[in-house]
Structures are given as C-alpha cells and as structure tokens.
C-alpha cells in the first residue's frame, strides 16, 4: 500500500514532442505528490508539485495532472527538448514526513 | 549560496571497514534525510531527523548509523553489517514536515 508505481522505464521522444510519464499510488492518505528531475551524478531536483485539492499544475512546459478517483497522476513535458533528457522520478507523501519514490524513468529528447 | 553539500564525491570501502558520509545544510531546515539509490529502484530511505537530537529509522536502516548533533549537520555511517554498502547516497532536507525536500549531489559509495 505504500507503493508507487512508476512507468514507462524509459522513454525516447522526438525534440518539440510531448513527454508523458505516468504514476499510481493505493495509499489515500498521501496528500503531496511532487516530481524530481535527476541529471547523471547529481541530486534530484524538484520539478513541480502538486495537492489533491487541485486536477492539474502548470509551471512551463510541465504539467502535473492529478486523478484523484483513479489514484494517478502524470507529468507531461511540453514541446522536450534535448535539455531535457534526464531521469524523472515521482512522489507522494502523507503527513508523516516520508517521501515514497516511483521507481523512475530515463527521458531521452534526440534532435 | 544556500544549499546541501554531501562529502567526499566518491568514497571506497574495505571489507569489514565503517565508514562516514558527511551531509551538511545552510538552508536552517529542521528536517533532514539519508536515502539511498540502486539502478532500477528509486530512491529508498535509510533514516530521517525532524530535529535535533533525534532521528527515526527508515526503510532499509539496517547495517547504517546517523546523528544529530547540530542542525546543519547529519552525518551517515556505513557499518560493516551493510552487506551490499556500493550505492548511490543522497542527502536531502526540508524546513519541516510536509516541505519540499532539497538534495545534495550525493556520495557513490563502492567496494575495493
């Protein structure tokens, strides 16, 4: 119950395409739900997060959208470009200060 | 600049050997998070400090060892009851529960 499944493993998207990358989690009480962005040999940096309060987050050309009901919530990457190639990991918290990872997905953006 | 700073970069272990990972913040987050990171897994938690002075095991806590002596700083041991100690280390930290929380750049740790 305290999973979160994360997929696809990887993903290979044409420059100027859009990235989706999808998350499902069973536990109700998570509440926070943020994804990072890892770059080889670097932390993981947050990307955008989102609560179940709200269906969707726009920062950019990234998008949270959050199904409560279903128990999901996708990051979709805008118009990728190269830069953009990275791991992308998501997240999902209750209010006991523990973060529950996905197991993440290796993003390449070719030219 | 605010930040995390997780020292050395790359450490290498003994057989039966402990050893230390450093994490240190400028951020004044109370909170503060060891986790560790195979290929294909994510991102697992070994142990988190809401305060100083205080600490709460993890998912995988076995075979590790932290402190929390000052609030900037939580240093992470690797005891040679870790039978598969060769990770990626991250370091993170966050102003306090239910916050974002803000990595380092990580210790890889390997096995001579």
């Known amino acids: ?111 | 600049d605010g930040g995390i700073t997780q020292s050395p970069k790359y450490l290498f272990r003994k057989e039966g050997q402990n050893v230390t990972l450093s994490c240190e913040q400028n951020l004044n987050h109370d909170a503060m998070y060891w986790y560790r990171q195979d290929p294909g897994q994510g991102l697992r938690l070994i142990y988190y400090s809401q305060i100083v002075n205080d600490f709460q095991k993890g998912d995988i806590a076995e075979g590790y060892s932290v402190s929390r002596e000052k609030k900037e700083s939580f240093p992470l041991t690797v005891t040679s009851a870790q039978k598969n100690p060769t990770a990626f280390y991250l370091c993170a930290s966050s102003r306090n529960s239910n916050q974002p929380q803000h990595f380092g750049d990580g210790t890889r740790l390997s096995i001579l």
């Not at chain 1, 989706?20 to 069973?26: K, L, T």
């Not at chain 1, 987050?57 to 199904?67: A, H, L, V, Y």
């Open chain 1, 1 to 111: 119950q305290q999973q979160v499944k994360q997929s696809p493993q990887s993903l290979i998207v044409q420059k100027g395409g859009i990235s989706i990358i999808n998350c499902a989690y069973e536990n109700t009480a998570f509440d926070y739900f943020p994804w990072y962005q890892q770059f080889p040999g670097k932390g993981p940096a947050l990307l955008i997060a989102i609560r179940p309060d709200v269906s969707e987050k726009k920062e950019g050309r990234f998008t949270i959208s959050f199904n409560k009901s279903a128990k999901q919530f996708s990051l979709h990457i805008m118009d990728s470009q190269p830069g953009d190639s990275a791991t992308y990991f998501c997240a999902a918290s209750d209010r006991t200060d523990k973060l529950i990872f996905g197991t993440g997905t290796r993003l390449q953006v070719f030219p």
